[in-house]
Structures are given as structure tokens and as C-alpha cells.
């Protein structure tokens, strides 16, 4: 098959166009970024040297120029945020109360409809397992880690390790866990890892991705397998910011590793502990590449983000799709103000 060119142009000059709007906005801003702030600076730096020359008080800044200042650096973000996220999110909210065409007004139907049906409480289930396992599990395993490598002799090798797989995407984190799972048939050599390790110990292979509801739990393993690096850095950190002579205190009084554990290190983590599990938790929520690549949702793997992207976009349902949405966005919302409380109670404490 050759590559037409003349055909496909449109699409070049399309990606050509987009480049250019990207370069010139992203370029504008750090130019407007750079040169107004140093056009200011030089100008204050200029009043201040004609001021000490002559002897005359150095000019004050106003007040309300400097929030003027505030307001124009803070505009392109606030722009950013209203096209790309109030905006967005108000119109969903408006089609979650309207028809599949959009067209009509329907209520409280599409949520109704999303409390009554089967297959909706089955998704809704598959992400209660997800919220309840991953955070725990993962944050466990990286607590577990970073309490084991801690000032251990290739304690960064061994942290390396354990962080890979989350310069890994969500897509190709899926696909390298299809390959462990895959599965060739009773008679072939088996390709997949977890299949023939179960052929070597004198089992029989099988199409685990197929079989509700431990398909879900093996696809949990690899959202555990990504997030368990990020909670070791974290908690490492936090275990390495406890106080030298606390610990050593707590040895001076023969306290054992386990009375450490408990008494001296949770303690002092719980913090950075709590920050680990509830950004797991939001990240868990909003699972989607995972299950897209892995099962397509199929087998009753779907989660709230899929079972969404299905009805919007695959099924044509955009009230459905818009009230799965809203559902999902009600359930991170709480996340994300508690997480930023407790960041906001430890920087004033």
C-alpha cells in the first residue's frame, strides 16, 4: 500500500497549523513572561538609583499597580483553567439533565437510569474494588519497600527498581501485563509468564483476563505495580525527614524494630501516608487506559471512566455519558479538597 501524499495533505496542513498556533502562543507568553517583568524591574531599578543620586525618598509602590500585575500574570492561567475546565465542566453537568441528541430535557432520568441498571452497578462495584485495593495495597508495598531499603547498601539501585514502572504509561504498563497473562491454547507453548509458570508447576494454562471477577483483580495488579513506586519515594522521604536523635533515643530506651515501626516511624509518616493514599485514591477513581487496553472493559472489567467513554462516544448516549461524568467528578471532588486541607495544615504548621 503507497502513501499518497496529495491525500493526505489537508491532514499535514492541519498538524502544520496547530504547530505553528502551539509555537506562537506557548513563544508569546514566555516572551510577555520575560520582557515585562525585566521592562519593570529595570524601570524600579532606575527610580531607585535616580532617587539615592539626589537625595529625594525612594517612590513607593502602589498598591493597587502591583495587584494590577498580580491580575495580568494570573490572566493566562485563569483563561486556561475557564476554556479548558469550568467551561467544560458546566456543560456536562447541563447534558447529564438532557436526552441522548441533547436536544431535550430529561431530569434526573440519566442518573436513574445509571442506580436502576445491572450492568451500571456492576461498574460501580468494579471501582469500589479499585478504590479500596489499589490505595492500600499499593501505599503497603511502598512502605514495606522504603522501610527495607532504607540505609541499605544499594538502597538507590533497589529504589530505582521499584520507581521504573512509573515512567511507564498507563497503555504500555497494559500491554506488558497482557503478555504476562496471555494465553496460546492447551496443545502450544505457552508466551505468557504467569500461564507458563502454571504449565511448569503442572497446571493448566488459562485465559485469565476472561474469568469474572479475577480478571479485576489482575488488572488492579498493574495500576499496584505503578503506584507502588511513587508511594516508596514519597514515604522514603518522609521516613529519611524523621529526627536523628529520636530514633536514637528510642534505641538508647531498647525499643525493637517492630516498637520502632509502630511508635516512632507511622507517627512521624502519617502525614506523607495520608498524602500517598488519597493521591492514589484520585488517580484510582479516574482509571481508565488500564482497562481500555487491557479487556476494553469486557468481562465485566468496566469501571466509571470507561462505562463513560463507551456511552458518549461508542453508544451515541450523551446525557448517560454526561451523568457518569458528573458522578465521578462528585466522587474526586471530596478527595481533592481534603488533600488540599491537609497540605494547607502542614505548611502552617
Given amino acids: 500500500m503507497e502513501f499518497d501524499f496529495a491525500a493526505e495533505q489537508p491532514k499535514f496542513l492541519m498538524l ?3 504547530l505553528i498556533a502551539f509555537v506562537a502562543v506557548v513563544g508569546g507568553l514566555l516572551l510577555l513572561l520575560d ?4 521592562f519593570f524591574a529595570r524601570r524600579r531599578e532606575a527610580q531607585l ?7 529625594a525618598p525612594v517612590p513607593r509602590r502602589r498598591k493597587q499597580r502591583e495587584g494590577g500585575f498580580a491580575f495580568f500574570f494570573l490572566l493566562p492561567t485563569l483563561l486556561l483553567l475557564t476554556i479548558g475546565l469550568v467551561i467544560p465542566a458546566v456543560r456536562t453537568t447541563l447534558l447529564s439533565f438532557m436526552d441522548s441528541s441533547s436536544t431535550n430535557w430529561v431530569g434526573l432520568d440519566n442518573y436513574g437510569w445509571m442506580f436502576s441498571e445491572d450492568s451500571i452497578f456492576r461498574v460501580l462495584i468494579n471501582t469500589l474494588i479499585w478504590v479500596l485495593l489499589v490505595p492500600l495495597v499499593a501505599s503497603a508495598f511502598g512502605l514495606i519497600y522504603a522501610v527495607l531499603v532504607d540505609r541499605a547498601r544499594f538502597e538507590s539501585v533497589a529504589k530505582s527498581l521499584i520507581f521504573l514502572p512509573m515512567a511507564i504509561s498507563f497503555v504500555g504498563a ?3 501485563w497482557k503478555f504476562i497473562y496471555a494465553y496460546r491454547g492447551d496443545e502450544q507453548d505457552q508466551i505468557g509468564l504467569l500461564n507458563q509458570i502454571v504449565v511448569t508447576l503442572g497446571g493448566e494454562p488459562k485465559q485469565w483476563l476472561l474469568d469474572s471477577p479475577l480478571n479485576t483483580f489482575l488488572l488492579i495488579v ?6 507502588a513506586g511513587f508511594a516508596m519515594v514519597v514515604l522514603s522521604a518522609a521516613i529519611k525527614a524523621i529526627p536523628a536523635d529520636i530514633i536514637e533515643a528510642a534505641r538508647l530506651d531498647g525499643t525493637t524494630p517492630w516498637q520502632m515501626f509502630w511508635r516512632i516511624t ?4 502519617r502525614p506523607a501516608l495520608i498524602v500517598v493514599v488519597v493521591t492514589i485514591s484520585i488517580a484510582t477513581l479516574k482509571v481508565f487506559d488500564i482497562v481500555r487496553t487491557a479487556t476494553n472493559g469486557n468481562y465485566d472489567t468496566n469501571v466509571i471512566a470507561t462505562e463513560m467513554y463507551n456511552q458518549a462516544f461508542r453508544y451515541g448516549e450523551n446525557g448517560q455519558g454526561s451523568a457518569l461524568a458528573v458522578f465521578l ?11 488540599i486541607r491537609n497540605l494547607r495544615k502542614q505548611r502552617e504548621g
Fill in 174 to 176: 497494559a500491554i506488558i
Fill in 16 to 18: 502544520m497549523y496547530g
Fill in 35 to 38: 520582557v515585562v517583568p525585566a
Fill in 222 to 227: 498493574i495500576m499496584v505495580w505503578i503506584q
Fill in 49 to 55: 538609583v535616580a532617587a539615592s543620586a539626589s537625595g
Fill in 266 to 269: 507511622m507517627p512521624s509518616i
Fill in 329 to 339: 467528578f462528585v466522587l474526586v471532588l471530596p478527595l481533592v479538597i481534603y488533600q
